[in-house]
């Protein structure tokens, strides 16, 4: 049996010793031998145990003590189940540092990445949103676009413009039921001459094929749909601007309304005006941002405005007046100040101009002497007054905000008119 043992592991040995001699690497598992580095301990352990085994007497005893691992010179053989141990010991240190290394913005508390996503610009929280699923949820909230929107849009988008923008997204959603009604109805004339087996297979190679084209995470109703729309100027919207057409002398110190669209390439607008008489629809491109505004009062530009502070008017207040050339055109908001009474001597103590039934509206960007100058309405029973010489007057609102009236006087002619 030892003759046997001898003739078996010899080569074995001779093979690792060369291994050792050529200083090539050896297997992951000769270090947990501990027998690579001194090959004679493994002959120096058999001979004593071909030693013993000769001199003593077989019993049970010595045999346990030759198995023993105190009477071996050398470490026993770590078995299988302690290197898929260590093996996996490994493992886990190797996941745990790799997962140390990896972190996300998402790993930051609620408040600091809500104050982060606060402070990104437009176009920094559409990148944001294209990373994952988590991010473009948070970058897509009304919370975080209706402060851009307010920034940005918030001087010329009004009541009118959002209504606008609820009935464009009505009319999407119509026209896609109206698409999915249409197919119902052909699937059902289909039907009539054709196996249903044959008519579900189409519809599902339509599905599948559809299925996979991409498609846009972005709900049409949202702000930050509104507020993309707006910037590449595929939302056109009505709003009012000062100074119609250029600055043309017939319409200084006017506002009109008109439908307004952004070219996002020039930072300017074109506005398109309504038709009025004979006169067809006027387009004007390049409207810079400070000649627009919002229409303060939600009154179509063909209605009268109905007037609420007319008892409160007093000589000097700044107001805004409703004028139209005829009944055909629609009205534009034309700024000018309360005045005196021709009775009145000017002087405040005395002055009981806001008394009267009569109220004196002065347009100082005209010559005195001009038919434009100044006119009169009265103040308990004022409706549409005027003629078709000298135009028609709608309704007067008052300014309240120095905005308001700063606004005018930036935009004043630089000449006086005739």
């Known amino acids: 049996m030892l003759l046997y043992l001898f003739i078996t592991c010899v080569p074995f040995f001779l093979f690792l010793k060369s291994l050792i001699s050529l200083n090539k690497p050896l297997p992951p598992w000769a270090t947990d031998m501990r027998l690579l580095s001194s090959p004679w301990l493994f002959f120096k352990g058999l001979s004593f145990l071909a030693k013993s085994h000769l001199t003593k007497r077989p019993n049970n005893n010595n045999n346990n003590n030759i198995c023993s691992s105190s009477t071996l010179p050398f470490s026993p053989i770590p078995s299988r189940m302690s290197l898929k141990r260590k093996a996996l010991t490994s493992k886990v240190e190797n996941v745990e540092d790799n997962t140390e290394e990896k972190t996300s913005v998402l790993d930051l508390p609620e408040l600091a990445l809500d104050c982060i996503l606060e402070r990104l610009p437009p176009d920094a929280l559409c990148s944001m949103a294209g990373v994952c699923t988590s991010l473009r949820e948070r970058c897509m909230s009304d919370r975080l676009w209706e402060k851009h929107m307010n920034q940005k849009w918030g001087n010329i988008i009004g009541q009118a413009a959002y209504r606008e923008w609820q009935w464009q997204i009505a009319s999407k959603a119509d026209l896609g039921n109206l698409k999915q009604g249409k197919q119902k109805g052909l699937m059902r004339i289909l039907s009539l001459n054709w196996p249903f087996s044959w008519i579900r297979s189409k519809v599902d190679d339509y599905n599948n094929s559809s299925s996979t084209k991409p498609r846009s995470p972005l709900p049409v109703d949202s702000i930050m749909a509104w507020y993309l729309a707006l910037e590449t100027g595929k939302f056109c919207f009505p709003a009012q601007v000062y100074n119609r057409e250029n600055g043309h002398v017939g319409f200084m110190l006017s506002c009109y309304d008109a439908q307004i669209s952004y070219d996002p390439r020039t930072d300017t607008f074109q506005a398109r005006y309504p038709p009025h008489g004979r006169r067809a629809v006027a387009i004007e491109s390049g409207v810079p941002w400070e000649r627009l505004r919002a229409p303060p009062v939600d009154t179509p530009p063909h209605d009268l405005h109905i007037s609420d502070c007319l008892h409160e008017l007093r000589p000097g207040d700044h107001i805004e007046i409703q004028w139209r050339r005829n009944k055909e055109f629609p009205y534009g908001w034309w700024y000018g100040v309360v005045g005196h009474l021709e009775s009145c ?74």
């Open 345 to 418: 001597d000017r002087n405040e103590n005395y002055c009981r101009c806001h008394d009267s039934d009569t109220l004196v509206l002065e347009f100082n960007q005209y010559t005195p002497g001009s038919r434009w100058r100044h006119t009169t309405v009265n103040r308990k029973d004022h409706r549409e007054e005027g003629n078709e010489v000298d135009g028609f007057y709608g309704g007067i609102r008052k300014l309240n905000t120095e905005e308001e009236i700063l606004t005018w006087r930036q935009l004043w002619p630089t000449e006086t008119l005739e």
